[in-house]
């Protein structure tokens, strides 16, 4: 598990005719992509392939108060490591309600700007080569809380209450 | 319909009607207490225009959409304040959101914003006119508003927006909103 998983709003890292094609939106940094909380940013380890990603998707999803689409992306743990980047595994962080995920949940911690501003260009990197990106619709986040409330690996009332029903209907 | 306007007349601030309290640092929110019906005639003078509580409204949905990132998954004040106004305006706040967007339809995060705020609702209370608002947006030259336009068809899903998505799909120049788009068609015919 060496990557970290960070949900994010993909249209707003394509740049815009007012970046030039290197640029960056000012709106990926201050919406809610790498908005911190106590110079904190939460992140899920996973390893580079749909079924693991799937399982982060599970872990976000299981907290949700709609079923949405949703895009992932990819952080190298090692190379973030290596930039100086401190990370904490903090299972007590998360929400999930899924018990054996709640271990791959992580912070990196003592954030500053120039770290979020690498980041930035760290994402911004992969959008132009169109790597690192996972995109889970709808109903595939659907199917995926379904499966785990079949097999009793998620409590159906665990659930807020839209996604709760949106599940039922669907089982 | 001119007596159910009638009757959707307001007379408090429109944000607290709509259940969210006041934005700081917005000018001035509050409209005069309009007289109630039977004093209309004699009244003509202080009555307020109606634009006025749209005013109101607008400037509220557009300072939550500014101050609050949308999440994907989360409620957001916006959203809750386009449901309480249709549920409570049903014959005025489906004009208020549409003059919203239309006004702001050159600025992405705005119209985006909007589309995210209305695909979420149920479409019950935004059918028609929320689905002519996420054709549009297909068409937008912004990349952020024609996803918002996919993700709202996609949430209220049905034939309608799979007309629609067929239709819009070839002209997406940007490979991974096609795809996605091209999934969301698949999902909900799957699902019809």
Known sequence: ?171 | MEDQQMSETISTPVATEIGISTPEGLPSLRTPVLPRLGNLASAENDFPKPLDQQEQFSMTILHLLEVEPIDDGHSHPAEEAMENALKRYKVLAPAWIQAIYLKNFKRPSAAGGILRCIGRLKDDLVEPWGRSMAIRGLSHPELEVREAAVRALEMWGGQDSVEALKVYIDGEPVAWLKSYASQVINDLTKSN
């Not at chain 1, 094609?21 to 911190?36: F, M, N, Q, V, Y």
């Not at chain 1, 309600?97 to 500053?112: E, K």
């Not at chain 1, 760290?122 to 132009?128: C, L, M, V, Y």
């Open chain 1, 1 to 171: 598990l060496n990557f970290l998983a960070r949900k994010i709003s993909r249209a707003k890292w394509e740049p815009a005719p007012y970046t030039g094609p290197e640029g960056i939106r000012a709106d990926a940094i201050t919406g809610s992509c790498l908005r911190t909380q106590n110079d904190t940013l939460s992140l899920w380890k996973c390893t580079p392939n749909d079924a693991d990603v799937s399982e982060v998707v599970l872990a976000l999803a299981s907290t949700m108060e709609k079923i949405e689409a949703m895009h992932i992306v990819l952080l190298d743990q090692n190379y973030l490591q290596a930039n100086g980047f401190v990370i904490e595994n903090t299972p007590e962080n998360t929400h999930t309600p899924i018990d054996d995920l709640r271990g791959r949940h992580v912070d990196l911690i003592n954030l500053t700007m120039a770290q979020i501003t690498f980041l930035a260009t760290d994402i911004a990197a992969k959008i132009r080569q169109n790597t690192g990106f996972y995109l889970f619709t709808k109903r595939a986040i659907l199917e995926q809380l379904a499966s785990a409330v079949k097999v009793s690996r998620l409590a159906l009332n665990s659930l807020q209450d839209k996604v709760k029903l949106e599940v039922q209907n669907y089982l």
